[in-house]
C-alpha cells in the first residue's frame, strides 16, 4: 500500500493548517503522503480541489486525510459537501466553541499573514533575522547591548541554525560565537561577550556527532578528527562551567528542542509569537 495521502487546504498560506496537522500526524509511526493546497479563496478552487482529493481516493482506495483552515462558509462548504476524504476542519472545531463561550464572533479573517507586513512585529521580525545573519559565527562584535540570545560553542554545535530559528519564529535577536583554540589558550569566552554574560548561552555536542558533522564539511581533515573535535569539546566544556554559563548538548536534540529551552534558561522580555 502507498503511504497514505494527506491533504492541507487553507485560503491562506496553509502554515497553520500543515503545523498542526503535522504535530497530530507525528503521534503515528507512519509515512504520509503529503499535498499542499494554499490560497482556496474561492468557489471554483474549492470545487479543483475536492476533484484532487476525490481522485487520489478512487486511486489509493481509501478516504485521504484532509486538514483544513477555510473561514470563508460557502467555500468550506463545497470541501465539506463533496469530499471523499476524511475531513478534520480545524477552525470549525475550536473557533466556534470559542464564539459560543466568549459570547462574540470571530472576524474569519482569510490567512493570518494577509496584512502581516504592516505590522510592527513583521518588521521587528525581518530586523531581527537581519541582526542574526550579520551577528553569525562571531562576524560583528558591533550592537550586541541589542541582543537577546549569545549562543556560544565550538564550530557546527548548531549555534546558526539555532540562531535563525529564534530570529524567524520569535523575532529575538539572536548573535552566535564559535569558541576557538584561541579562546582554549587564554581559558575563557571572547572578551567582547564578557559585558553580555547574563544574555550568553552555551551549545555543546559529542565528539563522534561532531566528527560525522565536520567530515561532510572537510573529510579527513585535522578539523574533523575525532581526537581534536574531542579536546575541542572538552576545553569548550570545562570553559563553560568556569565561566559559569548555561549550556546543553545539542546530539540528540531537535532544533525546536534546544529553542524551547534557551527560552525558558534566558527569558528574554521580548517574544514575538
Known amino acids: 500500500m502507498p503511504n497514505p495521502s494527506v491533504f492541507f487546504v487553507s485560503d491562506g498560506t496553509g502554515i497553520t493548517a500543515e503545523t498542526f496537522g503535522n504535530a497530530i500526524l507525528a503521534q503515528f509511526e507512519l509515512k ?17 480541489a475536492v476533484r484532487q482529493i476525490n481522485h487520489t481516493a478512487e486511486v489509493e482506495g481509501r478516504k485521504p486525510i484532509v486538514f483544513t483552515t477555510l473561514v470563508n462558509m460557502e467555500v468550506l462548504n463545497v470541501i ?21 463561550e466568549l459570547g462574540i464572533t470571530s472576524n474569519h479573517r482569510i490567512g493570518r499573514f494577509s496584512d ?4 510592527k512585529e513583521y518588521h521587528d521580525r525581518i530586523e531581527a533575522i537581519n ?32 540562531s535563525l530559528y529564534l ?19 587564554r581559558r575563557q569566552l571572547p572578551p567582547a561577550l564578557m559585558p553580555h554574560k547574563k544574555k550568553i548561552f552555551g551549545l ?8 560525522e558533522i565536520r567530515n561532510e564539511r572537510r573529510p579527513n581533515s585535522r ?3 575525532l ?6 569539546v572538552s576545553q569548550a566544556e570545562a570553559m563553560m562551567r568556569r565561566a559559569g554559563i548555561r549550556w546543553l548538548s545539542t546530539t540528540h536534540k531537535s532544533i525546536e528542542e534546544i529553542a524551547t529551552t534557551i527560552l525558558q534558561e534566558i527569558s528574554p522580555e521580548r517574544l514575538i509569537y
Open 32 to 48: 504520509f503522503r503529503h499535498v499542499r493546497l494554499p490560497f482556496v479563496d474561492s468557489v471554483d478552487k474549492a470545487h479543483q
Open 80 to 100: 465539506t459537501e463533496g469530499c471523499k476524504g476524511m475531513l478534520l476542519d480545524m477552525f470549525g472545531t475550536f473557533v466556534n466553541p470559542l464564539e459560543k
Open 116 to 119: 502581516a507586513s504592516k505590522s
Open 131 to 162: 541582526f542574526s545573519l550579520s551577528h553569525d559565527d562571531g562576524q560583528l562584535n558591533r550592537d550586541l547591548e541589542l541582543s537577546d540570545v549569545i549562543l556560544v560553542g565550538v564550530s557546527r554545535s548548531g549555534k546558526t541554525p539555532t
Open 167 to 185: 530570529a524567524m519564529q520569535y523575532g529575538l535577536k539572536a548573535a552566535n560565537y564559535p569558541l576557538i583554540p584561541e579562546d582554549f589558550e
Open 204 to 211: 555543546t555536542i559529542q565528539p563522534e556527532r561532531l566528527s
Open 223 to 225: 578539523y574533523a578528527s
Open 227 to 232: 581526537a581534536n573535535c574531542r579536546d575541542e
